[in-house]
Antibody, heavy 121, light 110 residues
């Protein structure tokens, strides 16, 4: 069965960095677009990125451009999110998600359990 | 950038029909997906491509999309339907191409 497992979250001081990972299993990782979405405490869902199956194209939210970097390693069945220059407002649960089908934009049918990033001094 | 507007909350009694709207300019020309999220859990896709249901989602969940409004309809609501619901589209028309989520609607079953 399809599984997505995020890791790498934790407590970081403002201005610090963190690298999140998302390991996929139960499907051919290299066939699917993948995404990162976050949710601040008590808030709604915020989309961060959508990366093409071969990693050649990444769409990302303006709100994090220049600070967050998105990548994938299909050989390792993994998706990555590098968070730099972290701010208190980046405190959130970070989810990775997979499209329902291998085509473009079919809805996020699979989600990880999320990993919590807390930015605080 | 493209904006999706949802009512913050909808409340109704068990057995009634919930209609959760998602407003956006010419949203009828876009493909809309809907998610259900219960406290402490990851979201679950309940409607995709405007009106289709993933396997395992009850027939009570349905969707429509036309003009400037998409609607998620939940018939005969149950206590277990109490959750936050989010609509979602792909915005390929603006300079900032990407996914857009609505602000979410909290469904309360009285």
């Amino acid at each position: 069965q399809v599984q997505l497992v995020e890791s790498g979250g934790g407590l970081v001081t403002p201005g610090g960095s963190l690298r999140l990972s998302c390991a996929g299993s139960g499907f051919t990782f290299s066939d699917y677009y993948m995404s990162w979405i976050r949710q601040a405490p008590g808030k709604g869902l915020e989309w961060l990125s959508y990366i093409r199956s071969d990693g050649s194209t990444t769409y990302s939210a303006d709100s994090v451009k220049g600070r967050f970097t998105f990548s994938r390693d299909n050989a390792k069945n993994s998706l990555y999110l590098q968070l730099n220059s972290l701010r208190a407002e980046d405190t959130a649960v970070y989810y990775c998600a997979r499209d329902r089908t291998s085509g473009f934009w079919s809805g996020y049918a699979y989600w990880g359990q999320g990993t919590l990033v807390t930015v605080s001094s | 950038s493209y904006v999706l507007t949802q009512p913050p909350s909808v409340s109704l009694a068990p057995g009634q029909t919930a209609r959760i709207t998602c407003g956006g300019y010419s949203i009828g020309s876009k493909t809309v997906h809907w998610y259900q999220q219960k406290p402490g859990q990851a979201p679950v896709l309940v409607v995709y491509d405007d009106s289709d249901r993933p396997s395992g989602i009850p027939e009570r969940f349905s969707g429509s999309n036309s003009g400037n409004t998409a609607t998620l309809t939940i018939s005969s609501v149950e206590a277990g339907d109490e959750a936050d619901y989010y609509c979602q589209v792909w915005d390929g028309t603006s300079d900032q191409r990407g996914v857009v989520f609505g602000g979410g609607t909290k469904l309360t079953v009285l």
